[in-house]
């Protein structure tokens, strides 16, 4: 079993949908989490840190559940700009990052 | 302004020719890392260094080496490359705090052909 899961994919959603990302991670000493961008084959981005309290950013909200140890990444009214692949990152000392997921946003 | 640099972005070379790949950043960052990504297979870790003279092992070490000898510097070293060592490398950044690795700034990448 993978240390960090993503949901498989692809997303193909219409603009203005809602689409929401799940990651479950082994590791119950993980200390960070992250959810980044990343667009076709160029260098990741931050997205957003994700917090015990959970944090929202505009049309994005991240969550993280450490009993049950999950994060998740929720998009609100999907833009054609959304459209990339979303990578969840575990940090325990070294960082483990999801396979990632491609969501295509389409008109 | 704050940025990882690497260098080369594009390599092509032959099989057992050692090759260092820079990686260089200037915001006075800790943490340093080396990922290699493949289609399908998503970013891996193959080394890390949390300061100076401190290098610990990802989860594709092999046929690698890395070295900190200063804060701003984390160079990788293939010292035989193989084809199958053929990949998109990306060297990151972050700062540590108690609550353990921040945000990773990544350099742009570099994409190395083994023939």
């Known amino acids: 079993r993978k240390e960090v899961e993503q949901d498989p994919g692809p997303f193909n959603v219409p603009e203005g949908a809602t689409v929401a990302f799940n990651c479950t991670y082994s590791n119950s000493a993980s200390q960070s989490f992250f959810w980044y961008r990343q667009d076709c084959r160029k260098e990741p981005k931050l997205l957003m840190s994700?917090?015990?309290s959970g944090n929202e950013d505009g049309r994005f909200t991240a969550q993280l559940n450490r009993a049950s140890q999950y994060i998740s990444l929720l998009i609100r009214d999907s833009k054609l700009s959304d459209s990339a692949t979303y990578l969840c990152?575990?940090?325990?000392?070294?960082?483990?990052f999801g396979d990632g997921t491609t969501l295509t946003v389409k008109p | 302004e704050a940025q990882v640099t690497q260098n080369p972005r594009y390599l092509i070379t032959v099989t057992g020719k050692k090759l260092t790949v820079t990686c260089s950043q200037n915001m006075n960052h800790e943490y340093m890392s080396w990922y290699r990504q493949d289609p399908g297979l998503g970013l891996r870790q193959i080394y890390y260094?949390?300061?100076?003279?401190?290098?610990d092992k990802g989860d594709v070490p092999e046929g690698y080496k890395v070295s900190r000898k200063e804060k701003r510097n984390f160079p990788l070293i293939l010292e035989s490359p193989s084809p199958n060592q053929t990949s998109l490398y990306f060297c990151?950044?972050?700062?540590?705090?108690?609550?353990?690795?921040?945000?990773?700034?990544f350099g742009p990448g570099t994409r190395l052909t083994v023939t």
């Open positions: 990151a950044s972050s700062s540590i705090s108690p609550t353990g690795t921040g945000e990773q700034y």
């Open positions: 990152v575990v940090n325990a000392g070294k960082s483990t």
């Open positions: 994700v917090y015990s």
């Open positions: 260094s949390m300061n100076v003279e401190v290098t």
